[in-house]
């Protein structure tokens, strides 16, 4: 009972983890209380047990499993957090607990399941459920079939995605177990239950009997609406509808709607695979279809017939087969034919749905022409045609082609038009039939009712009457205003009779899908004449009623955009809605008016109406006044009163104050009462002459404000203008324009009659008076603000100056937003207004480009002109282009009808001539503006071709390209372009220019649009592709797009979308979904869109900084998190009912309280980016000055205006200073509650500062500083950095102050300074810091010296820019100064240089004056401070790091933020020569995760390995963070911070503590193990396995011989060290990077292990050996092949050679080769063959054949042989061509012996040369000529790539020196000049180290460095012994060549190649390392980590470690191999030493 009393104390989650199933079973028992106590959904309780919910269902004891899945049900029930758990515990549910034997285990599993999909996880559930249906074991299949189909019956088929299910059931049925047969039967009729006979296609062919079981069962199922019987949380609404409903029993209308709510009709065709029909079109199709018999033209067509009856066609290219089945229907003579070829294209219409909508506008205008044949059958096959294809379209892009035919003078072709017509629109809601395209089609239907031929009329009857159904009488009444009354009730008897196909209730069921405020559908039910659709709606009658009364209360917020569907076309027409009812006002004669007037108005008032006195007028306008003020709405006779006013002497009173009165007494009226149109004609008149009365106009004016408020503004606007202009009246006249330019911008530009208005507007530009003109001109320009360019088109006949002046109005207006508008909201029904507003707003400018004049130029296309544009040559392609062009500028504006043109144009966009490609585009561009956009029909064939284009590789074509699409997106809106599956298929293409171009302009134009079509999910898995594509811009243009698509598709869709791609890929793409999901915009918000047709199409709303209103509503919408505060400005934007609404504008000094609680900054999407491109083009100007002039400032003011809050920006402008003060008290209060909107307006703020700068007043500056030090604080927090366009406008400026008098101005800048250099790289600094050396004020040129000093020291000589040699240089002429402090300056500044960088300084100073040099020598000696190279020289080294080991050490208790600033700062305090300390507190560990959510910032806790107090450490040194992501895709910030943390890690590998060394390699293991992790060891490989094996050498050889040391110890590191390697080694891109000396080293490692007979005699030594022979294996397998084989080669030769070594070893390195040579079939095409070949002929130089043949045993000459032969047969002759790496092959056994093995192998195959000299020297001479280019080819690719570099130089460099004539020009010619450069180096390197050397016995190997990029080193021996032969130094070029290139990688800018000094004059000794075995490298690198740890021991190295000055690492260099092992010995024993 002990134990058990030890469990029961513990917490209840620790009992669930117990080892004891007795402990785990009591702990799942209290957890399953507490989870059923626990109330809070949302209590931090629920979180503890996130990650054990799945060992609940897991649990190995079967008792304890039961209870912990009651638990689980209970905590998925009820906890919040439940969702995170489902994948693994659905998972863990599948295969632990649907295979237990006990069935309530089962039915637990299975609650569980369905209570995830209750809490909205079904597609993860199901997702694992059909996982399941793939394992072995039936059990479980059995029961994920079960939980499917119990999932479907309770929830229903919409919450279940049956497509999925459907696609395995076959597979079900197959299944051998009877079990899964029967429970698949099951699921089959459960799934017919919901969709019924959807089913049928997909299972058809499954086994006859099954199939006639099935239809038996389907039989039996009953004919009732299946039910969803459970609910998603998110569904309660609906579930306590349908228990009401169960209660009551369920009424009959009630359950109608439901089904609607339940069922969603299943498509069959989405459950069918497609069919590829194209290539199976018989060859001679297109020939026989041509052919002149009939018969064989009816067989070709049967062909065509029988393949698309399949019923889901593939998409494919059915250009060619659409054109020639239209031939056959327009003009075969056949009618036979003409019927089989229209049935084969419906067949095709109803196979391809929407993708055939593109051939849709060719095929119908001959459909509808040949209606005239009158065969029955023809004419069916054609109507069933012609409506499969509309189904595949929409009306609008077909509206053209069907109103051209109304007018044909044949009947039949009317009649089945009319009937055609009727037809779709029965397919059509209101929102997809809107005005726009009723009103074409009544006024061509109507002709036809009045058509002499009855067939015509009743068909024009239908159509009209289903339009009357479809679009409810609100919308089509208005066309039927002329239609007689008989005729008008047959147009309603059809309707009666008309079924639609969408259901009959598109009153009231369409809109209660919508599920959205009802009120939105006032609009589309009129009041009385709502007979039809009230009835279908009686279910809603009484709410509907009540939306009305309520209407103006409800706020217009509310309306989203799903309301679009079933409203927005009835509610944009239905703006005139809310007073319908009055519209039919009659007028009331003056005697009724009079007794309804005295009814509500005193009787004194009406006596004195028209009395004598003004006087007593006067005061009956007060009662009057007073009695309207009180009366209520629906009390008011508003025609009553307004005909009392206008009563004798009415408009004519004479007394300017009573006329006053008067006339605000209409306006009251108006506002107050329901006003009709009735009562404004009353008025109007009197009002229009009112207008220009100086005493009375503005209140006239708002009479008729309130009147156009109550009736409309269109319909007002129209009166008003029509009687001021029937006056002569010239100041009425250009008031009323002025009155009617003011309403537009208050009531925005909805509805208005354009065409009415234009002619108004050219009659008043001709008037004779001024100010009539100038009125016109003003309306004209706020037209243009709603209409934009195509305006103009209609004044260009206008004389020229009157044209300059509208010009100049339109200029004015360019780039200003049409105000929101702010009256006429109020009254709308709230619903449809939102969105109607945009639909109308948006259909304005097409409204006036209907308008225009069109030229009909299809007869001009001519099939000469087409074929012209198709020849073979060039130039008459040409010369048909030009002519298409003169065509179009002719004709400006033309129909849609082109004839053949699209398709003769689209097959020059892809011509292989790029100037006509160019021309066609220019073609496309004017097509699109001369046809406006009617260009839609076309977008599918000509438009996506155009975006094939952008794949071009020709800049300027890409630009013509994009330019051209974007023409077209403004005219046809992003909708067509978005549908179906082409842009998608575009995104699929792999070519980088199209997806970067294709993906920047979706970034563009998706946040500007409101919805998408469904179909951009298609381009979802291509967007993750280019998330990971090789191009890096690529990459960069997918994220950059990535937050818009999910802006449209939401998160979770997206994140769905990652299901299908690989595991590594998938982390990837979800950790960028995460970040994007921050960075996501809001959608553009209706009102705010509502407003913004800016000139050329709609950008993003910029908000008039005018009112109030408009700002809160811009806080509203781009803020997409309102904080509390916000919220409230955000509520008066949508409370503001008409009246209210008015207050806030009309009295702007409301401003002052309300408007101050947005946000300031206003995030624009792309805005900075816009900028950028904005100052880049030079469009505006480039920040840059002496001192700001106005015109900068006025700029900026520009630029702020969209993104800073209004009142804000009026204080940053105000003349006085104080304001200023206070703007920058309101930034810095809001800095971090708007850290976004201030990154994204950062370019603006601090070019804002920069003008500070500038002001004389010095408490602005301390508060600017003060702001700046808080801005750059926040900016390093957010990993910002800044760009390079933010720090040139602004680092200039902030570096003018550095040389302010006042000594705390200095200093905050200089902190500042430091600051910025952690989110700007200090290299980048240096640039701009020198400049303000050359500054005439002195102070200012010695705190720039000095803070050169500074970064010097911070950084080591990297930051030196463009060279360290120019930038010294500079720095020494101030040596000379005349100033005394700036000389100071200059001095300690080059003094700083020397302690980093030693005497090198002096040859980069070059010449200085003898007295400056003794000056300079004389400090330096002063200083007297050791170079501290160290901690430079790791800087310089590693320059991928962020910072250094020693620097990482010193950094874990702050962030490297603060640590460097405090650092620089130290620097800065302590002068340039006081040492300064930095203790360590201790060493730490590697968590990745810790580190990546940290930055840096983590405090890790780790075993104390070092107890030495830490003095006198050098400052750690922090190299500038690259700006630039570096190179791979991967490279996220993680190892920025994690490369210098697994440095360390690695070097504690080799540590002679076994403990240390343990937990280094488990950590290293667990990196390893997490697949998303384990990149970040890449670039580590080397100097890992580099450390195991000196591990494996130091156990070898002192841990072994250890007595003290238990050797459990021993076996344990042993296990570790092997299993760390197997783990790493099964890894195959990592294990790929190690190089061929480490990959030797690692094998003589565990060969000598293998070999060691002390292992074997310890307790687990079996153990170990099996897992070491495993490693091996797994290491030959996995490793670069040619690398693993080089290196067993080299290791053969050395053992052979190595007297000590035993044959045994040997003969295990030739058991690897045999190995090796077993997998080269497989392999042979990875390896690199020269190579190979190169260490073979070294092996034959050292041991020619007799030598090998004295050895004691044949094994090596076998093995050698053996490997020949194979490499001979799996290469044959070719292998000859791989000896390019051989000086001199005439000396080469290996040749001889490889051309008697060709010569053999030839003789086998009866192909023998009799003379082997001759085959051999032709195969010579073959290889002599070899393809030279292909050789060169070869070695450029490997310069080219990261990983061969140095080796393909040396290669290139034996190449060049072997042909010397070898031309590598070409080669050179197309690459960077980068790149040529670095070519030219490294041969001039080679050669001199070559020349430097003499000849070596040439020998390969690598040598390999730190960071992953290999640098092979070519022909250097290759020696077991660590160090050199040679006794070699090697230089520190060879470091700073390498720093170049991972510099260039990093993003770091190495200055231009011209300004280097030549590389020999900055180096002592430029020789490269002859260094290639991997020990060598472990001498420099390990004694690099090393020394960073000795540092932290206070150790003293002798000389030979401190090195000698340069840059590189240089290596100790003692004469011998011997001598160089001694050292390093004596080394290792010191580090022991200091260590015990």
């Not at 895709?1529 to 002679?1552: R, W």
């Amino acid at each position: 009972m002990g134990d058990d009393s030890e469990w029961m104390k513990l917490p209840i989650d620790q009992k669930c983890e117990h080892k004891l199933w007795k402990a785990r079973l009591n702990g799942y028992e209290e957890a399953l209380k507490l989870f059923q106590k626990i109330d809070d959904e949302k209590s931090p309780e629920w979180s503890k047990y996130l990650g054990l919910i799945k060992k609940f269902v897991t649990d190995s004891n079967a008792v304890a499993q039961l209870k912990g899945l009651e638990a689980a049900l209970a905590y998925v029930e009820n906890a919040h957090v439940a969702g995170k758990t489902t994948g693994e515990v659905a998972s863990g549910v599948v295969n632990k607990v649907f295979n237990q034997p006990k069935a309530r285990a089962k039915e637990l599993g299975l609650d569980i399941c369905l209570m995830y999909i209750e809490i909205e996880k079904g597609e993860a559930i199901q997702e694992e459920l059909l996982k399941g249906l793939d394992n072995k074991n039936p059990k479980i299949i059995v029961a994920c079939i079960e939980t499917l189909r119990r999932a479907l019956s309770e929830f229903g088929s919409k919450i279940i995605s049956l497509k999925p299910i459907i696609k395995v059931l076959p597979k079900l049925f197959e299944s051998r177990e009877k079990a899964v047969r029967d429970e698949a039967k099951l699921l089959a009729v459960e799934i017919y239950r919901w969709i019924r006979d959807a089913l049928r296609p997909p299972l058809q062919n499954i086994n006859s009997v099954q199939l006639k079981e099935l239809e038996e069962e389907w039989i039996k199922v009953s004919s009732a609406v299946p039910r969803q019987t459970r609910f998603l949380r998110s569904q309660q609404e609906l579930k306590a509808k349908f228990e009401q409903q169960q209660a009551v029993g369920g009424d009959a209308d009630g359950g109608g709607d439901d089904e609607e709510e339940t069922v969603p009709q299943v498509d069959a065709y989405e459950l069918l695979e497609a069919v590829e029909i194209l290539s199976k079109l018989p060859k001679d199709f297109y020939e026989k279809i041509e052919a002149k018999k009939w018969q064989e033209r009816k067989e070709a067509l049967e062909a065509v017939e029988l393949l698309v009856k399949n019923p889901k066609l593939e998409s494919g290219d059915y250009a060619d087969l659409v054109k020639v089945l239209k031939k056959v229907v327009g003009k075969d003579t056949n009618v036979m034919l003409v019927a089989l070829a229209a049935k084969c294209l419906a067949g095709l219409a109803t196979g391809l749905r929407k993708k055939f909508g593109q051939y849709a506008g060719h095929v119908v205008p001959t459909i509808l022409e040949k209606f005239k044949e009158k065969k029955p059958q023809v004419v069916q096959a054609l109507q069933e045609a012609i409506d499969a294809i509309f189904l595949t379209t929409t009306l609008q892009n077909l509206s053209e082609d069907i109103l051209a035919v109304m007018d044909n003078k044949n009947p039949t072709i009317k009649q089945q038009t009319s009937l055609f017509i009727a037809r779709s629109f029965r397919h059509c809601t209101p929102s997809t039939l809107p005005k726009s395209l009723l009103k074409p089609f009544c006024a061509a239907l109507l002709k036809h009712i009045n058509d002499s031929a009855p067939e015509v009329r009743d068909a024009g009857f239908e159509a009209l009457g289903t339009a009357l159904k479809v679009a409810g009488e609100k919308a089509v009444n208005p066309f039927l205003a002329d239609v007689d009354k008989l005729k008008l009730d047959r147009i309603k008897e059809c309707a009666e009779k008309v079924e639609l196909v969408y259901g009959k209730k598109t009153g009231g069921a369409a809109e209660k899908r919508e599920g959205k405020p009802v009120a939105g559908k006032t609009a589309a039910l009129p009041g009385p004449g709502a007979d039809k659709e009230t009835k279908d709606a009686a279910t809603k009658a009484g709410p509907l009623k009540k939306a009305s009364a309520v209407k103006s209360g409800v706020p217009p917020k509310k309306g989203k955009p799903a309301t679009a569907a079933g409203a927005g076309g009835a509610g944009a027409k239905g703006k005139k809605g809310p007073e319908t009812k009055e519209i039919f006002e009659s007028e009331l004669s003056m005697e009724v008016c009079e007794e309804k007037a005295a009814a509500v108005l005193p009787a004194s008032c009406i006596q004195q109406l028209d009395s004598g006195n003004w006087k007593e007028r006067l005061a009956c306008m007060e009662e009057f006044q007073k009695a309207v003020e009180l009366m209520e709405r629906s009390e008011m006779p508003c025609q009553a009163l307004v005909r009392m006013l206008a009563k004798k002497p009415g408009w004519k009173e004479t007394n300017f104050q009573v006329m006053q009165m008067k006339l605000h007494i209409v306006a009251l009226i108006a506002q107050k009462g329901n006003f009709s149109k009735t009562s404004a004609q009353v008025v109007l008149d009197g009002l229009v002459d009112k207008v220009g009365d100086v005493k009375c106009g503005s209140n006239a004016k708002e009479a008729m404000t309130a009147i156009a408020e109550a009736c409309q503004l269109p319909w007002t606007a129209e009166q008003v203008v029509a009687m001021a202009f029937s006056q002569k009246n010239p100041k009425n006249q250009s008031e009323t324009l002025n009155w009617l330019s003011n309403a537009i911008k208050e009531f925005g530009f909805s509805g208005l009659n354009v065409k009415a208005f234009i002619s108004n507007v050219k009659t008043a530009l001709a008037a004779t008076n001024p100010a009539v003109r100038t009125s016109a001109i003003t309306l004209l320009g706020v037209m243009y603000l709603y209409v934009g360019p195509p305006l103009r088109m209609f004044f260009e006949d206008e004389k020229p100056a009157l044209l300059s002046q509208i010009d100049a109005e339109f200029e004015k207006m360019q780039g200003q937003t049409a105000p929101t508008p702010t009256r006429g909201i109020s009254r709308h029904s709230a619903g449809g207004g939102d969105d109607g507003e945009e639909e109308e707003q948006e259909e304005v400018g097409n409204d006036v480009v209907d308008l225009l004049p069109r030229t009909d130029i299809g007869d001009k296309i001519t099939a000469e002109l087409v074929s012209k544009i198709g020849d073979k040559n060039w130039k008459i392609r040409k010369e048909g282009l030009d002519e298409v062009t003169s065509i179009l500028n002719e004709a400006k504006f033309i129909h849609p009808n082109i004839g053949e043109l699209p398709a003769a144009l689209k097959n020059r966009l892809n011509d292989s001539n790029k100037i006509l490609v160019q021309q066609t585009l220019s073609i496309l561009q004017q097509l699109a503006t001369a046809m406006g956009p009617n260009i839609k029909q076309h977008v599918k064939n000509l438009g996506i071709p155009v975006i094939t284009v952008l794949g071009d590789s020709k800049n300027n074509v890409r630009a013509a390209a994009l330019a051209t699409v974007n023409a077209w997106a403004e005219q046809t809106g992003m909708k067509e372009w978005l549908e179906g599956e082409d842009l998608s298929e575009e995104l699929k293409k792999e070519n980088p220019f199209l997806r970067q171009e294709l993906l920047g302009w979706l970034a563009e134009k998706l946040p500007t649009l409101r919805s998408v079509p469904s179909d951009l999910l298609l381009c979802v898995p291509h967007l993750y592709s280019c998330l990971e594509d090789r191009n890096g811009d690529v990459r960069k243009k997918a994220q950059d797009a990535l937050p818009f698509f999910m802006m449209h598709l939401g998160f979770e869709k997206m994140a769905k979308a990652t299901g299908k791609l690989k595991p590594t890929s998938k982390d990837q793409v979800l950790a960028m979904l995460e970040k994007a999901k921050a960075n996501m915009p809001a959608k553009p918000a209706p009102p705010a869109k509502s407003s913004s047709r800016v000139v050329g199409g709609t950008a993003p709303a910029k908000f008039q900084p005018g009112s109030a209103f408009a700002d809160d509503l811009g806080s509203n919408t781009m803020e997409s998190k309102p904080d509390p505060k916000k919220a409230k400005a955000g509520g008066l934007s949508s409370k503001t009912k008409g009246v209210q609404g008015k207050k806030v504008l009309s009295k702007p000094n409301l401003k002052e309280d309300d408007d101050k609680s947005g946000p300031i900054f206003i995030i624009v999407p792309n805005g900075k980016e816009q900028r950028m491109k904005e100052e880049k083009g030079l469009k505006v100007l480039k920040w840059n000055f002496t001192t700001p002039r106005d015109e900068y400032i006025e700029q900026l003011k520009t630029q702020m205006s969209t993104c800073v809050a209004k009142w804000l920006q009026d204080e940053m402008f105000h003349a006085d200073f104080q304001h200023h003060n206070k703007a920058l008290a309101v930034m810095i209060e809001h800095l971090e509650s708007e850290k976004d909107g201030v990154i994204s307006c950062l370019d603006l703020i601090l070019k804002w500062l920069t003008l500070r700068f500038f002001d004389t007043n010095t408490s602005v500056l301390m508060k600017t500083l003060e702001y700046l030090k808080l801005l750059f604080n926040m900016l390093s927090q957010e990993e910002y950095h800044l760009t390079e366009n933010e720090a040139s406008s602004f680092i200039p400026y902030l570096i003018l102050k550095v040389g302010e008098p006042k000594d705390v101005i200095r200093k905050d800048v200089r902190a500042i300074l430091n600051r910025m250099c952690l989110i700007y790289p200090a290299s980048k600094m240096f640039p701009f810091i020198m400049e303000g050396t050359k500054s005439k004020n002195s102070k200012q040129r010695a705190e720039c010296l000095e803070e050169l000093g500074c970064l010097v020291e911070s950084y080591g000589m990297n930051v030196c820019q463009p060279t360290p040699g120019k930038a010294l240089k500079e720095m020494a002429t101030h040596i000379g100064d005349r100033d005394n402090t700036v000389r100071n300056a200059a001095l300690n500044t080059i003094v700083t240089v020397y302690n980093v960088h030693g005497d090198q300084v002096f040859k980069l100073i070059g010449n200085l004056s003898e007295k400056d040099m003794s000056m300079l020598e004389e400090r330096i000696k002063r200083s007297a401070k050791r170079p501290s190279v160290a901690p430079v020289r790791q800087a310089e080294e590693k320059p991928q790091r962020t910072q250094n080991i020693s620097a990482n050490a010193g950094m874990m208790r702050k962030g490297p933020a603060e640590d460097m600033s405090s650092k620089l700062n130290q620097n800065r305090n302590m002068g340039s020569h006081s040492e300064t300390t930095h203790t360590v507190p201790r060493e730490f560990q590697l968590d990745l995760d810790e580190i990546e959510n940290d930055n840096g910032t983590v405090r890790c806790e780790m075993p104390a390995l070092v107890q030495h107090k830490l003095d006198d450490i050098f400052e750690p040194v922090l190299i500038p963070e690259p700006k630039i992501r570096a190179v791979s895709p991967h490279f996220d910030d993680m190892h920025s911070n994690t490369a210098s943390t697994i440095n360390f890690v690695i070097s504690q590998v080799a540590s002679g503590d076994i403990n240390t060394s343990i937990q280094a390699l488990t950590q290293i293991d667990e990196v390893l193990k997490q697949e998303d992790k384990a990149e970040a060891m890449s670039g580590h490989i080397d100097q890992f396995l580099i450390a195991t094996f000196m591990q494996l050498r130091l156990i070898y050889n002192t841990h072994m011989a250890d007595e003290k040391l238990d050797k459990d110890e021993i076996v344990r590191l042993y296990s570790c060290i092997i299993g760390s390697m197997i783990t790493l080694f099964q890894i195959e891109s990592l294990a790929r990077e190690a190089s061929t000396g480490v990959l030797k080293d690692l094998m003589h490692g565990l060969i000598t292990l293998m070999l060691d007979s002390r292992v074997e005699d310890l307790e687990e030594g079996e153990q170990v050996i099996r897992s070491v022979n495993l490693l091996v294996v797994k290491v030959l397998e996995k490793s670069d092949q040619t690398n693993i084989l080089s290196a067993l080669l080299v290791l053969l030769q050395d053992s052979l050679l190595a007297t000590a070594s035993s044959p045994k070893f040997s003969e295990l390195v030739m058991k690897c080769l045999w190995r090796m040579v077993r997998l080269l079939p497989e392999t042979i095409n990875s390896i690199n063959l020269d190579r190979i070949l190169l260490d073979i002929h070294i092996f034959m130089k050292v041991f020619p054949k007799e030598k090998l043949k004295q050895c004691k045993s044949d094994f090596p000459i076998r093995t050698l042989k053996t490997l020949l032969h194979t490499l001979c047969k799996l290469k044959g002759p070719k292998i000859l061509d791989h000896l390019t790496m051989i000086d001199n092959k005439n000396e080469s056994e290996l040749e001889a012996h490889l051309c008697r093995v060709m010569k053999h192998s030839m003789d086998q195959s009866g192909k023998a040369d009799k003379d082997t000299e001759k085959g051999a020297s032709r195969i010579e001479e073959k290889a002599s000529k070899a393809k030279v280019n292909d050789i060169l080819a070869e070695i450029f690719k490997k310069i080219g790539s990261k990983e061969n570099t140095k080796e393909g130089l040396a290669e290139l460099y034996e190449y060049k020196k072997k042909y010397s004539d070898a031309d590598i020009e070409p080669f050179l010619k197309n690459s960077s000049q980068f790149f040529q450069s670095y070519v030219e180096r490294g041969l001039r390197l080679i050669e001199t180290e070559r020349e430097g050397k003499g000849r070596i016995a040439p020998s390969t190997g690598i040598s390999s460095q730190m960071e992953g990029t290999c640098v092979p080193v070519s022909t250097h021996t290759v020696s077991s012994s660590i160090g050199n032969t040679n006794g070699e130094e090697v230089g520190p070029s060879v470091y700073l060549e390498r720093l170049k290139i991972l510099r260039q990688r990093c993003g770091l800018d190495n200055a231009k190649q011209e300004d280097r000094p030549p590389l020999t004059s900055l180096l002592s000794k430029p020789t490269l390392p002859t260094v290639a075995s991997s020990t060598d490298m472990l001498h420099s690198k390990l004694s690099q980590l090393r020394e960073s740890r000795e540092q932290y021991q206070h150790l003293d190295l002798d000389c030979n470690q401190t090195h000698s000055s340069g840059i590189g690492t240089t290596l100790a260099s003692p004469s011998s191999a011997a001598a160089n092992i001694d050292d390093l010995k004596k080394r290792l024993e010191r580090i022991k030493s200091s260590r015990k």
